[in-house]
Nanobody, 122 residues
Framework: VQLQASGGGLVQAGDSLRLSCAAS????????MGWFRQPSGKEREFVAA????????YYADSVKGRFTISKDNAKNTVFLQMNSLKPEDTAVYYC????????????????WGQGTLVTVSS
């Protein structure tokens, strides 16, 4: 599975941004897709995940109520709508695919996109 993430950019605090991640290849094996982020100098952290068939959704506490994950199975694409952005949301955002089960642990994800930078200025 190959993943292509897009939609990052520079925004001000309080603004919104939508990230997209398009999957290609053996997409029939996808169990779930997730978004992770990695602030500069810090570890990669879980943001949100969605079950590819089930539609079950998980969010990190830090983004609940502000971020929304969704998917378009016909286009093999997952989205991350980010509202009320804060400077602490600044990070490289990665999409990832799990072929087994959906968790918040990055080690459980089998394929990763290249990352897209989101910068939120105060």
């Amino acid at each position: 599975v190959q993943l292509q993430a897009s939609g990052g950019g520079l925004v001000q605090a309080g603004d919104s941004l939508r990230l997209s991640c398009a999957a290609s290849g053996r997409t029939e094996n996808i169990v779930g897709m997730g978004w992770f982020r990695q602030p500069s100098g810090k570890e990669r952290e879980f943001v949100a995940a969605i079950g590819w068939s089930s539609g079950i959704i998980y969010y990190a506490d830090s983004v609940k109520g502000r971020f929304t994950i969704s998917k378009d199975n016909a286009k093999n694409t997952v989205f991350l709508q980010m509202n009320s952005l804060k400077p602490e949301d600044t990070a490289v955002y990665y999409c990832a695919v799990t072929l087994t089960w959906i968790t918040s642990g990055p080690r459980n994800y089998d394929h990763w996109g290249q990352g897209t930078l989101v910068t939120v200025s105060s």
